[in-house]
């Protein structure tokens, strides 16, 4: 019954490559967010959507595409590959859209060779 | 943008002392500063949080204090024991959930 789930937990792949990584969460939550941690592991906020609905959205180059097919599923997918691409994404979501706790899940370690 | 600046990086106490991570904020329009906790190949978990409106907040062996005035908040852990161990995050926001995070503090408990 995990609260926030992503996969797939590891995925090793080469450049220029596209890839998807799915998030689920069953907490009942509005919104739903995705960031990365770097190697350094500093964490920063890439998208973030209310009600299926785009919220935020940081500076990420375009090559990065989320998609909510639904308030309980966001989805990220990545074209073309890039090494710089390698990071741990983390899915999160939170009750409302302003000031709420976030809940992560546990992330999914991209590596690009 | 909001900048938010955590000390210090690393942090190595002996089991019961006491564990002290410190942050600055930039924005003073920040009015919400949670606190999480990373476990090795977990995602970060809130511990405890403090709005701008409160000074200070307690949750057991954890406390949080908030200076608006300075723009800084800290996290205390008191009775330190081996399971604190991790990497402790602070963050910033205003209106809406945007979150700055600190650099992180990696916290080791020696038993």
Known sequence: ?113 | GENVEQHPSTLSVQEGDSAVIKCTYSDSASNYFPWYKQELGKGPQLIIDIRSNVGEKKDQRIAVTLNKTAKHFSLHITETQPEDSAVYFCAASKTGNKLTFGGGTRVLVKP
């Open chain 1, 1 to 113: 019954d995990t609260a926030v789930s992503q996969t797939p937990k590891y995925l090793v792949t080469q450049m220029g490559n596209d890839k998807s990584i799915k998030c689920e969460q069953n907490l009942g939550h509005d919104t739903m967010y995705w960031y990365k941690q770097d190697s350094k592991k500093f964490l920063k906020i890439m998208f973030s959507y209310n009600n299926k609905e785009l919220i935020i959205n940081e500076t990420v180059p375009n090559r990065f595409s989320p998609k909510s097919p639904d308030k309980a599923h966001l989805n990220l997918h990545i074209n073309s590959l890039e090494l710089g691409d390698s990071a741990v994404y983390f899915c999160a979501s939170s009750e409302g859209a302003y000031n709420s706790p976030l809940h992560f899940g546990n992330g999914t370690r991209l590596t690009v060779t």
